[in-house]
């Protein structure tokens, strides 16, 4: 179920959201997606966007993911920013986070970003992937 945050975030910002917009991900990542929406807002009042809409905010392989049709290249930047921010906040709480699968062996959809003890409490495995293998 979407966070009750997210609805009102669509009815904000609904000027450059898809009217079928879906996002889908965890409360642990509001704040970003808060902040996202607030520094696009802010590059739209200050120039001429009108083709620029968001069409998806979703987990996809455990980062946040940014679907978007028109901008340039600060709305580029923008997005990027925001996605790498995902890379180090846990989905569920916001806390700082990192890359975890679900199982050893994972298939790319079980993966997620989360802190410790939440990783903990839903039994994700820690992935090292920039580290070599003991
Ligand atoms: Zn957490």
């Not at 905010?57 to 925001?82: M, N």
């Amino acid at each position: 179920m979407e966070p009750l945050g997210f609805s009102q975030l669509k009815a904000k910002y609904s000027y450059f959201f898809d009217p079928n917009i879906k996002i889908k991900c965890e409360y642990g990542w509001q704040k970003i997606i808060e902040d996202f929406c607030a520094a696009i807002a802010l590059v739209l009042d200050n120039g001429d966007y009108k083709d620029f809409i968001i069409k998806q905010l979703r987990q996809k392989v455990g980062i946040l993911t940014i679907d978007y049709d028109g901008g340039d290249d600060l709305i580029k930047e923008i997005v990027d920013f925001t996605e790498r921010l995902s890379y180090n906040t846990c989905e569920v709480c916001g806390d700082s986070g990192e890359l975890y699968a679900q199982a050893k062996w994972a298939k790319w959809s079980l993966y997620k970003t989360l802190c410790h003890e939440h990783a903990i409490q839903f039994y994700y495995y820690e992935i090292k992937i920039r580290k070599s293998s003991k």
